[in-house]
Antibody, heavy 120, light 108 residues
């Protein structure tokens, strides 16, 4: 059974760095074609893709946010971590991690999401 | 181009067929996938690799592609299909992923 769960702070202050952890089970991120992505959704707004890390350790970022994002993985812990620097109130959103089972061409399992609010 | 364009809202009568479209240049080269999202829930994959359904997705959901436009068709729409629908694909470079702006489907 594939599961993903996001964890991290619910509240961060402007200019701080947000660090989110995706802990997954039921698959291995070392299997060819496997990926984990981070996706966010501000309240009432659309999904926005943020970053992806694949089985080979290659990393891809949303161009508009690339300077602020770092994605990494710890395969021994079955975790993927996303760091986003210089947080702003407009970054308030539900952050999801999702598995890409098809070289990242689709995301077949999602975590329940974690709501992050940026406020002083 | 890294954009995928969707109509913001579509309505359909109960039991009828509805098509939700997603337009973008990258769709000429890369697969589209489709996600259903109900309020306060995480998205669910309903179509991938153009027209494949994950296990558990009803066969009334289907996908297609024509040129730079991907479509999600729901045949015999049910009340429980009322949701937001998002398309997803790669950008023109093939490295980034991108979501469309979403379509709110109302079942009348």
């Amino acid at each position: 059974q594939v599961t993903l769960r996001e964890s991290g702070p619910a509240l961060v202050k402007p200019t701080q760095t947000l660090t989110l952890t995706c802990t997954f089970s039921g698959f291995s991120l070392t299997s060819s074609g496997m990926c984990v992505s981070w996706i966010r959704q501000p309240p009432g707004k659309a999904l926005e893709w943020l970053a992806l890390i694949d089985w080979d350790g290659d990393k891809y970022y949303n161009t508009s946010l690339k300077t602020r994002l770092t994605i990494s993985k710890d395969t021994s812990k079955n975790q993927v971590v996303l760091a986003m620097t210089n947080m702003d109130p407009v970054d308030s959103a539900t952050y999801y991690c999702a598995r890409g089972n098809d070289y990242g061409d689709s995301f077949d399992y999602w975590g329940q999401g974690t709501l992050v609010t940026v406020s002083s | 181009s890294s954009e995928l364009t969707q109509d913001p809202a579509v309505s359909v009568a109960l039991g009828q067929t509805v098509r939700i479209t997603c337009q973008g240049d990258s769709l000429r080269s890369y697969f589209a996938s489709w996600y259903q999202q109900k309020p306060r829930q995480a998205p669910i994959l309903v179509i991938y690799r153009k027209n494949r359904r994950p296990s558990g997705i009803p066969d009334r959901f289907s996908g297609s592609i024509s040129g730079n436009t991907a479509s999600l068709t729901i045949t015999g729409t049910q009340a429980e299909d009322e949701a937001d629908y998002y398309c997803n694909s790669r950008d023109s470079s093939g490295h980034q992923r991108v979501f469309g702006g979403g379509t709110k489907l109302t079942v009348l």
